[in-house]
T-cell receptor, first 114, second 112 residues
Framework: AQSVTQLDSHVSVSEGTPVLLRCNYS??????LFWYVQHPNKGLQLLLK????ATLVKGINGFEAEFKKSETSFHLTKPSAHMSDAAEYFC????????????WGAGTKLIIKP | AAGVIQSPRHLIKEKRETATLKCYPI?????VYWYQQGPGQDPQFLIS???????DKGSIPDRFSAQQFSDYHSELNMSSLELGDSALYFC???????????FGPGTRLTVL
């Protein structure tokens, strides 16, 4: 069975410093992994996705994530945080055998300090 | 590029009333998904349709029903509304082979 664990419910960083949002997953087969961002009172936007190609995935707004099968991790990073990055971030896994149903992590709220 | 369209964007209803939410997928997408996101929670999968047939069922209450029409748009019908139904309802669409869901802006339902 698939599951997703986002290790931090809140992450607070200063503007201009690196961002690390942690995600671990469990999956029986070859998963697809996604990061979605949700700004306050807004919809869900896909940041990036991993679908068995390159393990280092680059997304929008300077974010990237690395798929590490040995560690079952898919952590999201950004070298330098901007105030506009303040949002909720969801790590998501899906598998072909589950009809690509999305399994969501609980979300990590990213807080940017000026 | 065309995106997923949801209407209405905001809806206020009273307990025991009914509500209908509409979703218009991206052109040529054949699959529609419905999610419910309560305050401070991650989206919960409700139901999905592929080629107008129900493909998966999640935590959708019996009071809710949904269908996908011949033009691929979908409607979520909610009856006997309860206070706990207040949430953001997202629709997503995909082309089944591509395994990526594109989300609409959501409908915020408030039940008073």
């Amino acid at each position: 069975a698939q599951s997703v664990t986002q290790l931090d419910s809140h992450v607070s960083v200063s503007e201009g410093t690196p961002v690390l949002l942690r995600c671990n997953y469990s999956s029986s087969y070859s998963p697809s992994l996604f990061w979605y961002v949700q700004h306050p009172n807004k919809g869900l936007q896909l940041l990036l996705k991993y679908t068995s190609a390159a393990t280092l995935v680059k997304g929008i707004n300077g974010f990237e994530a690395e798929f590490k099968k040995s560690e079952t991790s898919f952590h999201l990073t950004k070298p330098s945080a901007h105030m506009s990055d303040a949002a909720e971030y969801f790590c998501v896994v899906s598998e072909e055998d589950s009809n690509y149903q999305l399994i969501w992590g609980a979300g990590t709220k990213l807080i940017i300090k000026p | 590029a065309a995106g997923v369209i949801q209407s209405p964007r905001h809806l206020i209803k009273e307990k025991r009333e009914t509500a209908t939410l509409k979703c218009y997928p991206i052109p040529r997408h054949d699959t529609v998904y419905w999610y419910q996101q309560g305050p401070g929670q991650d989206p919960q999968f409700l139901i999905s349709f592929y080629e107008k047939m129900q493909s998966d069922k999640g935590s959708i209450p019996d009071r809710f029903s949904a269908q996908q029409f011949s033009d691929y748009h979908s409607e979520l019908n909610m009856s006997s509304l309860e206070l706990g139904d207040s949430a953001l309802y997202f629709c997503a669409s995909s082309f089944i082979s591509y395994n990526e869901q594109f989300f609409g802006p959501g409908t915020r339902l408030t039940v008073l």
